[in-house]
């Protein structure tokens, strides 16, 4: 084997064996091509190829790599599933990274059946992916990552975990929607908790949630740095300001640590926060009304002063 260093080769499904070779090849992993062939031919590798993404070893012996093809041993990729605020986002980033296409996942997370099957709906569906990183094979199909990602959030919700979100008495998705705001709201891991407290004590009040984030979400844009007047007027299940309770289902996939914070239920008397004006990326609480519009006024009039309009 004349290659020096680690191949990743990716054999599509479907592949013939002339395009194999054609790519072993390419990549010098197979030094003479009569030579490869007729140990294809003895191996019976011609008429049994299998797809798969397989990582071929420097300078491994020919018959160790059509050995390793013709058994099919292909080796997992690493798929980190991040902050993916829309399905449309997290299938797209899942098409770049396997063999599967994109929109073919979407059609199935935008569809009632299939999403009543795992247990969502198909605003709620993206709960299913909870961030972490997974070795999955490069051509597994659609069915079989939601098959696995079931499993993933079936061992994410702990007994712990789900008697924790009967004491709040919302459901996991509901859980998940909550901690999805808090994730958009804030980055500081130590004040997740007291950003999910005004939520969760705005829901008890039966206040409306007034979340930003979902208005970036309502209307599309998540590039907004100042929401006006007019955003708040976005016919939208998604705007917490026009709709009482939760949205539909999660903004994004928030991480564990916001998930977390929402279940640690921490008790406040906070009802109101926003964004510090010194513009550390911290927050102010406030109890009152009158306490946070004057916190919101020293931000405004700082993002003012740095010309920020929107």
């Known amino acids: 084997m004349a290659n020096s260093e680690k191949v990743t080769l990716f054999i599509p499904t479907g592949s013939d064996y002339a395009a194999v070779v054609d790519s072993l090849d390419a990549h010098n992993c197979i030094g003479n091509r009569f030579v490869f062939n007729s140990m294809a031919r003895l191996r019976q590798y011609r008429d049994n190829v299998k797809g798969g993404c397989y990582i071929l070893k420097p300078h491994a012996p020919v018959w160790s790599v059509l050995t390793k093809l013709y058994c099919g041993n292909q080796d997992a990729i690493r798929l980190t599933i991040g902050k993916h605020r829309t399905k449309q986002q997290l299938c797209n980033f899942i098409g770049r990274r396997l063999e599967m296409s994109g929109d073919t996942l979407l059609r199935l997370l935008d569809d009632d059946s299939l999403c009543a099957a795992y247990g969502h709906t198909p605003q709620t569906i993206i709960a299913m992916f909870p961030q972490n990183t997974y070795d999955v094979y490069w051509n597994t199909t659609p069915r079989k990552l939601l098959d696995r990602m079931q499993k993933e959030s079936s061992r994410f919700w702990t007994d712990e975990r789900l008697a924790k979100c009967k004491a709040l008495n919302l459901t996991a998705d509901e859980v998940v929607t909550l901690a999805s705001i808090v994730e958009e709201e804030t980055n500081k891991n130590?004040?997740?908790?007291?950003?999910a407290s005004v939520y969760l004590n705005r829901i008890r009040?039966?206040?409306?949630?007034?979340?930003d984030p979902t208005l970036k979400y309502a209307v599309g844009d998540f590039t907004i740095r100042r929401l006006l007047n007019v955003h708040t007027e976005a016919e939208s299940p998604y705007n917490t300001y026009r709709h009482r309770g939760l949205p539909p289902g999660p903004i994004c996939i928030p991480s564990t640590a916001s998930i977390d914070a929402v279940l640690?239920?921490?008790?406040?008397?906070?009802?109101?926060?926003?964004?510090?004006?010194?513009?550390?990326?911290?927050?102010?609480?406030?109890?009152?009304?009158?306490?946070h519009n004057a916190n919101a006024a020293a931000f405004h009039a700082e993002m003012n002063r740095r010309k920020i309009y929107k």
């Open 190 to 195: 130590d004040e997740k908790a007291d950003i």
């Open 205 to 211: 009040k039966g206040m409306l949630l007034q979340a």
């Open 264 to 291: 640690q239920n921490k008790q406040t008397d906070y009802l109101y926060f926003c964004a510090r004006a010194d513009f550390s990326g911290r927050h102010a609480f406030a109890t009152t009304l009158a306490q």
